[in-house]
Structures are given as structure tokens and as C-alpha cells.
């Protein structure tokens, strides 16, 4: 893959509406001869256009509008690399017999409009230039590459513990702890307006007596077995947390000191332990402690110190794996890259 951050990645679904690429539905294929206007490279006979590299390259904002016209061409020739080993993996999982269901299509669309009013997603879908079926096709692409992924080479991805201790023998500082950290969730509900909701209903209290009949019906379904996680993602209106199901991380022992009512309260939880209703400038808040990571040298054993070393580990080989598995793709299939072409043959001038 491009290290470029202007280089766009194969799309997860969780960001789509954020780094959409748009238009892969073919234009039309051209034999021999010249491309087309606009047609910037082929695979297997389906153009990729100037107009999709584009799109890409300004939804990155004022940041990716280099002043150097050479470093935009640069950029430009990144994601249209990136497009074409989507293409190729798009054009491999339709000949594997790789499918998606419309139900699949529909779960996905469902939940990328769930944080949403009808009208507000379309405004979403129309600043990006899209429309539904756009979106549904764009949706199909990315599940269909993801199960390639996922089939050839995420499933072969395999970790040794000889490569986990090494790692942990090489990184062994990283791994000492300067203070003790507390793993917290929170579900919090504010007696305002919150612009940039980001619950799965999209539910806002708005006012102090909503907020405070909304944070006890919570606490409420949480006394009763509701599942935390689950809870905080429908209805927590930190948009910040929300999403992970209000996962906040590990917080600094000193950070949770300056605000002495929850330290105390925190410091006072069993692991896996819910606080009642914290009432503060803020609004609501209802607190979870995940865990507790003590000040000192973690040892290799440590399950949170297997776990971290497993996920970088596997991250850095499935990466390597993807990329070795596109390069090998990309060999047997008939790939014209005109932009390239063009620009070894004007000597890297800007184009017109």
C-alpha cells in the first residue's frame, strides 16, 4: 500500500460516508488505441476516470490542494494506484463466485443511515455526490472485497508465540507503565442541544428534564441486565464514545485526580462495577470501570500485553500479506495505467 496520507485505503464500511469513491460502475471499454478523455488507466478493459481521482483527492480538503503542481500530480497518481488494486480485487472476487445479498447491502445502509434523519442523510449522500444507488453499489464493492480479504488473506494470517516474545523483548519499554490507568466507559446524556450526535437512534435529551427522565431510564435498563455497551451506543450523547460503546480508554490516575468526586468514585468500583447517576457541569453521567493497569513494568504475560502484541503483530503481516496478494493479482491482469504513462512521457509536467 501507498504510505502517502493522501493515498486513499480500501474503504471499511464503518467510514464509507467519509472517504467514499464513487462512480465504479464501467463508462464503457476501449480495445486499443488511445483512451478516452478523462480515462485515466484500465483493468481488464474497465476505465478508471480522472473525474473519480479527483473527487477523491479535494474531499481530503484545502490540506490535499498542494501549491507544487507536481506534488498534486504525486497525489493524484497514488489513489489512482489505489484505485486500480480495488478494481483488480473487485474484478478477482466476481470470478471467485464471491456474492453479497441485497439483506447484506440493507444491513450495511441501514446502519450508516441509523445516526441520521432521512433528510439530514441525503444532504450527507448529495455533498459527497451521491445518491442511494450509488451508495448501495459502493457498499456491494466494499463487502465484495472485504470477503476476498478476508477469505485469502486475513484467514491465513497466523501469529507465533516466538514472534509475540521477541516482539516483547524488543519493545520492552513500551511496556512500563509510568501510572496507574483506569479503563472507563461512560454513558453521558446533557440537558442541551448536542450538535454532532452520533448515538445509533439518535436520541437527544435537549433539556435538563429530559436529560434527567433519560438518564434514569438508562440506569434503570442497566440495573436490570442491559448490556452497557449496547446501551451507550444507542443512547449516549457523547459523540465522542458513543460509537465504541462508550469506551473512553485507559485515563491517567492524575487526569481522573482533578476532578476528585469520580476519582473516588472510579477507585471505588470492582472491575467490570457500574457508578449510579454522576450529576455534573456537563450533564449525566453513568460510568463503567473495564479495567485497571498498574503502574510498573507489565510483564510478557499479561494478557493486555498479549493482546497488544497480537494485534500489532497481525496488523503489520496482514498488511504485508494484502499488499504481496494485490502485487500477484495485479500480474495477471491486463492493467494500463495512462497517467503514468503520460507523465513519463511529459516529464512530470503539470497536465492541462
Known sequence: MQSSRFSIRLVKIAGLIAGLV????????????APAPGVWAEVNGRPILREQVERILHSHGPAS?????????????????ELINRQVLLDHAVRSGITVSEAEVD???ARLESPYSKDTFEKQLEAQGMDMS??????????????????????????????????YDRN??????????????QILVTP?????????KNDDAKTPLTAERKIQALYARLRSGADFSTV??????DARSAPNGGDLGYVPESALKKNPELFKIVTSLPVGGMSG??????????VKLLGVEKAGQLPFSDASVQQTIRRTLGDEKEQLLKAAYIEVLRDSDKVRNYLAERILKDAGEPLP
Open 277 to 286: 447517576i454522576i450529576r455534573t457541569s456537563s450533564g449525566f453521567h453513568i
Open 65 to 81: 490542494q498542494a501549491a507544487d503542481p507536481q506534488e498534486t500530480l504525486s497525489f493524484e497518481l497514488n489513489i489512482l494506484d
Open 232 to 237: 451507550a451506543e444507542n443512547y449516549s450523547e
Open 134 to 167: 450509488m451508495l448501495r453499489q459502493e457498499i456491494r464493492s466494499n463487502l465484495l472485497v472485504e470477503k476476498l480479504l478476508n477469505r485469502d488473506v486475513s484467514s491465513h494470517v497466523n501469529i507465533k508465540q516466538a514472534e509475540m516474545q521477541a516482539y
Open 172 to 185: 520492552k519499554a513500551s511496556f512500563n507503565v509510568p501510572e496507574t490507568s483506569y479503563h472507563l466507559a
Open 107 to 109: 444491513t450495511q445502509v
Open 22 to 33: 464513487a462512480l465504479t460502475s464501467v463508462v464503457g471499454c476501449r480495445r486499443s488505441g
Open 192 to 200: 442541551y442541544p448536542m450538535h454532532g450526535l452520533n448515538n445509533l
